[in-house]
């Protein structure tokens, strides 16, 4: 279907980025499996809940370096201006820094609050601020991670995953069957570890090519790059503190107008349906260096093709996904020992259509930094002002299946815009 306009390498990493997916799905499934059997569907609520917490905050402060040194590093290799191309690098890892470090004080000052608003537990705020080390680090390779997407080193990228999402399981494992400590600390723990593991894998792969590409460069501080690259990561710092206000919010709504178990129970059902997701997830990645390369050379057409075909391929897998899996579902719920109410299957079929929504916006956030950042600002603060207004009167008012409604319909105005935007820009 889509081999025409696939070069070699690209299904070389394509396919090889859909071996880590599947890694991701199958070691996902198991993680699911073993928080809900042996911890609790609360325990794993609550978990969702610190997790949701951790990526407002990390949007909020996020720069977004990987995108940034991507966008320029990339650019600057094309024009063989490699002095540039290392200060990028300098700026991303600055940055880097900086947020790292005001992402975890800020976290660890209102973890108080965080514990006895959502999870409904004062006790629970030394959970929250471990978690915090892990968006700490998550920060801290964002550069690295761009510099190898700006080299197109997507195995290595992808590695960077295998790595953590296994090291998640056979750690947790240990602290299941070896250490016996079943507590929601340890999960987090499991987790930190593992990303940790993670870091120093992606430093090591980051070091071993810099140090073949770049060792010898010598970079001096240019004012205009360095101005460009301000203005840009300004309108993406907005952009993610924008995002702040709608992603992962669904969680601390659900959290405070009902429970940590309808959280669980609503994030269980998104996980099972995570594929959809996961499928578009590569093409996001491998595409991103190839649409600035299109912009950069104004070839529009290839452009519109390569988002047209492969929303097509997405759309096909993640239609016979959902419809196979709904058959699954009470068996699954089975399988982690969780009683299983009739109601989920509507949930189920709403967590679809929201699914399959998103899938199909896979390409919106290569797109805005490629052409015009301030498109993602424009989408944030609307998904932002109506989550915090619509969302919250409708669950207040109609309940969980209220707030399902009220965010499809939210995501699906998001996408008239980006199919507009879209099609403005090929035809211009």
């Known amino acids: 279907m889509i081999k025409k306009f696939l070069n070699t390498k690209f299904k070389k990493d394509l396919s090889f980025s859909y071996i880590a997916q599947s ?21 794993f609520g609550q978990l969702a809940i610190i997790i949701s917490t951790a990526g407002i905050f990390s949007a ?9 040194v ?40 209102l973890s108080t609050f965080i514990a006895t608003t959502f999870l409904k537990n004062v006790n629970l705020q030394d959970e929250i601020i471990v978690f915090s080390f892990i968006s700490f680090i998550t920060f801290l390779r964002g550069s690295m991670l761009g510099y190898l997407q700006s080299k197109e080193m997507f195995l290595d990228i992808n590695m960077v995953t295998i790595v953590e999402t296994v090291m998640k399981i056979v750690i947790l494992l240990i602290f299941i069957f070896i250490v016996n400590d079943l507590f929601l600390i340890n999960i987090i723990y499991s987790f930190l570890l593992a990303a940790i593991l993670s870091f120093l894998y992606t430093t090591y792969v980051f070091f071993k090519s810099y140090k073949k590409n770049y060792d010898t460069v010598i970079f001096s501080v240019n004012k205009v790059l360095l101005k460009e ?22 969680n601390l709504i659900i959290a405070y107008f009902l429970h940590a178990e309808i ?20 093409f996001s990645m491998l595409v991103y260096p190839k649409l600035i390369n299109y912009f950069e050379t104004n070839n529009k057409t290839k452009f519109k093709h390569i988002i047209i075909k ?28 969780l009683k299983f109410d009739e109601i989920y299957y509507i949930y189920y079929l709403f967590l679809v259509g929201l699914m ?8 919106v956030r290569a797109f805005s930094s490629t052409v015009n950042p301030n498109y993602s600002i424009y989408m944030n603060l ?47």
Not at 263 to 282: C, D, E, N
Not at 310 to 334: M, Q
Not at 388 to 412: A, E, H, R
């Open 70 to 109: 991507t966008r320029f590093f990339k650019r600057e290799e094309l024009n063989k201006n490699y002095e540039n191309a290392k200060f990028v690098l300098v700026i991303g890892f600055i940055i880097d820094f900086i947020t790292s470090i005001l992402l975890v004080l800020l976290i660890y000052f």
């Open 356 to 363: 399959i929504i998103n899938s199909q916006m896979w390409w």
């Open 310 to 337: 492969i929303s097509f391929y997405i759309l096909s897998i993640g239609v016979i996904y959902s419809f196979i899996f709904y058959f699954l579902l009470n068996f699954s719920f089975d399988l982690m020992y």
């Open 23 to 43: 890694i991701t799905i199958t070691f996902g499934f198991i993680q699911l499996f073993l928080i809900n059997k042996y911890f609790g569907v609360e325990v």
């Open 263 to 282: 959280v669980g129970i609503y994030q269980i059902i998104k996980k099972m349906l995570s594929p959809i997701i996961i499928i578009a997830t590569p």
């Open 382 to 428: 609307f998904a932002t002002v109506y989550q915090l207004i619509i969302t919250i009167l409708i669950i207040k008012y109609f309940g969980f299946i209220g707030m399902l409604v009220s965010i499809i319909i939210m995501n699906i105005l998001i996408m008239g815009f980006w199919l507009k935007k879209g099609y403005e820009y090929v035809r211009i």
């Open 229 to 250: 690259y301000w203005s840009f990561n300004i309108k993406t710092f907005f952009s993610a503190s924008l995002k702040a206000g709608n992603q992962n919010v669904d």
């Open 60 to 68: 909020l402060l996020s720069a977004r370096s990987s995108e940034a």
